[in-house]
């Protein structure tokens, strides 16, 4: 897009329009949902957390055993299209905790089934959940050098 | 979704040759009398429409105007009768919600939330033969459209990408036939959806153009309000479901006497969207006669 392009004043007239038709995304409605969604899945996962410490797991093997049934949940629903319906509303609320993740993996295994086990279902696996672990592991790996350099 | 098939793709080419027959079947046709069928749809390589033509062994032209191509190939059709290059032409296309689903945004189970621009792709097909002779409805005229590019970046708002082109093609074809939208009962876009329809009056208007009511888009037609599809509807069976079956049905009855529809399509490809290219729309212009 160059200085010389004759339709330059046209296409800013019509950004402006469109502006004006656009619908505003509901902002504030779905940072309530995704509060109150995103909260519960998290009031579940501590729940799910305390029981499994008052059944005498350490702290950690409780998480574990808390990420390992909120994952399960998220994959069972997304496998009855149920995530997905919850998610429309929830938004963020269902994106960003572990849920999220785990429908981010069953969603595509679903779609690609028809492709086959290797090209279909092995290949597209991680198309979206792919970028989350490569930028997390990169960062995570950047964090740990900082830790070092200002450990030395 | 799965029309008794194995795949998503494997019910939208059934779908589609479902479509093709019964309109052969109403026209009291067999595939022999056909010299060509012009199809198309979304998939990559439009496998749909090629399916399709496997089944039907007519000879095939197969046509990518993304969602306008219901309307290329009735104005591609009509230019072979007008021509004499052909007796009957079989024109066709369809979509469907799942296979485009995947193939342009996420897997369909993904916990995604839709922008309020977005919408519904359609899923169907929709099928016309055109004869050199008969009783009518008949093709009078057609504007074929330009690819028209305003810079629109968003993918999750397609009618505002798509809406120049149809605006443009729209003041083209009233331009070149000395019409105004007053001589026609009814002017349709193909899939612009709510808020393209404004847009595409909105541009009509800075052109001392007024469209009325007279004025709608098949995207806003299809869907109920209660199907919460937000923006109305979109893909090839958007415009060649409501044309074929709504509007043909309303000219039958002899509510509509003149129609002029444009189909309209979005030339955008996940790839090209990546790689920061705006989306191209195009519109093509048909008249259709009741007489």
């Given at each position: 897009m160059n200085s010389s392009d004759p339709f330059e004043l046209q296409k800013r007239e019509y950004k402006k329009m469109v502006q004006q038709v656009k619908p505003?995304?509901?902002v504030i409605?779905?940072?309530?949902?995704?509060?109150?969604?995103g909260g519960t899945i998290c009031a579940a996962g501590q729940l799910?957390?305390?029981?499994?410490?008052?059944?005498?797991?350490?702290?950690?093997?409780a998480g574990l055993a808390t990420a390992a049934v909120l994952v399960f949940l998220?994959?069972?629903?997304?496998?009855?299209?149920?995530y997905d319906e919850i998610a429309k509303y929830a938004g963020a609320g269902t994106i960003v905790p572990i849920t999220g993740f785990a429908n981010s993996m069953v969603a595509p295994a679903m779609e690609f089934r028809s492709e086959g086990m290797v090209f279909g279902v092995g290949a597209r696996l991680f198309t979206i959940a792919g970028p989350v672990l490569v930028f997390g592991i990169v960062t995570a790996w950047l964090a740990g050098l900082i830790t070092l350099v200002l450990s030395l | 979704m799965y029309y008794g098939e194995k795949t998503w793709e494997k019910a939208e080419q059934r779908i589609f040759q479902e479509t093709m027959e019964l309109a052969l079947h109403k026209a009291n046709l067999k595939t022999g009398d056909i010299d060509f069928m012009l199809a198309g749809d979304l998939t990559n390589q439009i496998i749909a429409a090629n399916f399709t033509a496997r089944g039907l062994a007519i000879p095939f032209i197969g046509l990518y105007g993304a969602c306008s191509t219901m309307y290329e190939g009735l104005a591609l059709g009509s230019m072979l009768i007008d021509?004499?290059?052909?007796?009957y032409v079989l024109v066709g296309a369809s979509s469907h919600y799942a296979t485009a689903e995947r193939q342009f945004r996420f897997p369909t189970e993904q916990g995604v939330q839709r922008a309020m621009s977005a919408q519904w792709t359609v899923t169907g097909a929709g099928a016309i033969v055109l004869g050199s002779q008969g009783q009518g409805p008949r093709i009078t005229h057609a504007t074929v459209g330009k690819v028209t590019d305003f810079g629109e970046m968003d993918a999750s708002d397609m009618g505002a990408a798509m809406a120049p082109a149809a605006a443009d093609t729209l003041l083209?074809?009233?331009?070149?036939?000395?019409?105004?939208?007053?001589?026609?009962d009814l002017i349709a876009t193909g899939d612009l959806g709510k808020y393209g329809r404004q847009l595409v009056v909105k541009l009509a208007e800075q052109n001392a153009v007024a469209l009325s009511d007279s004025y709608t888009d098949c995207g806003t037609l299809i869907f109920d309000e209660s199907q919460d599809t937000h923006a109305g509807g979109s893909g090839c069976a958007c415009s060649a479901v409501v044309t074929c079956g709504h509007i043909l049905d309303q000219m039958k009855q002899g509510r509509i006497k003149r129609f002029l529809g444009i189909g309209t399509g979005a030339l955008l490809s996940p790839c090209s969207c990546q790689q920061g290219e705006s989306i191209p729309g195009i519109g093509h212009a048909v008249v259709i006669d009741a007489g």
């Open positions: 505003k995304p509901t409605k779905n940072g309530i949902m995704a509060f109150l969604v799910l957390m305390n029981f499994f410490k008052a059944r005498e797991l350490g702290t950690q093997d998220a994959a069972f629903l997304t496998g009855l299209g149920i | 021509g004499g290059f052909a007796r083209q074809h009233l331009k070149d036939t000395g019409r105004s939208p007053g001589d026609y």
